[in-house]
C-alpha cells in the first residue's frame, strides 16, 4: 500500500545528543515536509523540500537539519542545538502544483521526549 | 503569529448535533484545507476549497469560504461519536500569484462527540 512510513515512533534522547528520524514515501510525491506539533498547539513546519537536492527552512528550522539524496527519503536530525526538542513530528508529502499547494498526506508520527 | 486561528479551541456536543468550526486567516491565499487528527496520529486531508470557491460539500462535511472576511468555517452535520478528534485549518498564501509550496496551519479545535 501506498503511504509515508515513519520510524522510530517513540523515542527517547539524552541531552547533548543528535538523533535522526526516518520518513519515507513510496507515494511517488515530489514534495516531502517536516512539522513539529507541542501540546494544545498547531503544526510548525521545520523543513520541506520540493525537489531531490534541494531543500528550504521553515519557520522553525534552528537546531534541526534535513536531507533529500533520494526522492522517497527525507529524515530529520535533531541536533544538540535544538533548545527545546521534545515534541511530537510529522512528516509530510505532497505532489507540486504549479500554483497552489496540494493536500499533504502525514505519516503517523514520531515522539520525542529528551530525558 | 499563526497565519490561520480556529475558534472555538474545544467544541463538545451530543452525537446528532452539528459541529461548526472557523479558521481565520490575515493574508491573501491560494486555497485552504482542513485536516483531522485523532489522538496521537498524523493528520488526515478532509477537504480543499480553493480561493475561488465559496462552498464545498463532503458528505457529512460543508466548508465555506469567505475571502472578503478572510474566514472560513467547517461544518460536520449529524455527527457520531466517531468524529472525536482535532479539526485544523491549513492556509496556502498567494505569493504574487502562484505559491510558496507550503501550508501553514492553525492551532486547531478539539471535538468531542458524546455517545
Known amino acids: 500500500d501506498g503511504g509515508i512510513t515513519q520510524s522510530p515512533k517513540y523515542l527517547f534522547r539524552k541531552e547533548g545528543q543528535n538523533v535522526t528520524l526516518s520518513c519515507e514515501q513510496n507515494?511517488?510525491?515530489?514534495?516531502m515536509y517536516w512539522y513539529r506539533q507541542d501540546p494544545g498547539q498547531g503544526l510548525r513546519l521545520i523543513y520541506y523540500?520540493?525537489?531531490?537536492?534541494?531543500?528550504q527552512k521553515g519557520d522553525i528550522a534552528e537546531g534541526y537539519s534535513v536531507s533529500r539524496e533520494k526522492k522517497e527519503s527525507f529524515p530529520l536530525t535533531v541536533t544538540s542545538a535544538q533548545k527545546n526538542p521534545t515534541a511530537f513530528y510529522l512528516c509530510?508529502?505532497?505532489?507540486?502544483?504549479?500554483?497552489?499547494?496540494?493536500?499533504?498526506?502525514f505519516g503517523e508520527g514520531s515522539r520525542l521526549t529528551v530525558l | 503569529s499563526q497565519q490561520g486561528e480556529e475558534d472555538p479551541q474545544a467544541l463538545s456536543i451530543q452525537e446528532g448535533e452539528n459541529a461548526t468550526m472557523n479558521c481565520s486567516y490575515k493574508?491573501?491565499?491560494?486555497?485552504l484545507q482542513w485536516y483531522r487528527q485523532n489522538s496521537g496520529r498524523g493528520l488526515v486531508h478532509l477537504i480543499l476549497?480553493?480561493?475561488?470557491?465559496r462552498e464545498k460539500h463532503s458528505g457529512r462535511l460543508r466548508v465555506t469560504l469567505d475571502t472578503s472576511k478572510k474566514s472560513s468555517s467547517l461544518l460536520i452535520t449529524a455527527s457520531r461519536a466517531a468524529d472525536t478528534a482535532s479539526y485544523f485549518c491549513?492556509?496556502?498564501?498567494?505569493?504574487?500569484?502562484?505559491?510558496?509550496?507550503?501550508?501553514?496551519f492553525g492551532q486547531g479545535t478539539i471535538l468531542t462527540v458524546h455517545p
Open positions: 509530510a508529502s505532497s505532489t507540486i502544483r504549479l500554483v497552489w499547494a496540494g493536500e499533504l498526506f
Open positions: 507515494l511517488n510525491h515530489d514534495a
Open positions: 523540500s520540493q525537489i531531490v537536492n534541494d531543500f
Open positions: 493574508t491573501s491565499i491560494n486555497n
Open positions: 476549497i480553493r480561493s475561488n470557491e
Open positions: 491549513a492556509t496556502d498564501l498567494n505569493a504574487g500569484g502562484t505559491s510558496y509550496g507550503k501550508l501553514t
